[in-house]
């Protein structure tokens, strides 16, 4: 499971196996029993939550947007941009 990077107690990753055939470029975000999918393409978006709040999910979203360059390289690093 690659992290990208970490916000407090917040981890930001991927998962090496992420489906056949792959899905688009997303992030995770885990801490202690809550979990969170988010798209970064076309725009930020929420795919999948448990555990976060709306006011949570804002901030999350806030985040990876500030962070979408940096989750996008390092997804290609590790996968390849195909």
């Not at 999918?37 to 709306?54: C, H, Q, S, T």
Request: proline share 5%; charged share 35%.
């Amino acid at each position: 499971m690659p992290v990208v990077f970490r916000d407090g107690s917040r981890r930001f990753h991927f998962y090496s196996d992420e489906g056949r055939p792959r899905e688009p470029v997303h992030i995770h975000v885990s801490e202690r029993g809550r979990d969170a999918k988010f798209w970064l393409f076309p725009e930020v978006r929420m795919a999948r939550n448990i555990g976060y709040n709306d006011r949570e999910l804002r901030e999350l979203a806030k985040i990876i947007l500030a962070h979408r360059d940096l989750i996008e390289r390092r997804w290609n690093e590790f996968f390849g941009n195909i």
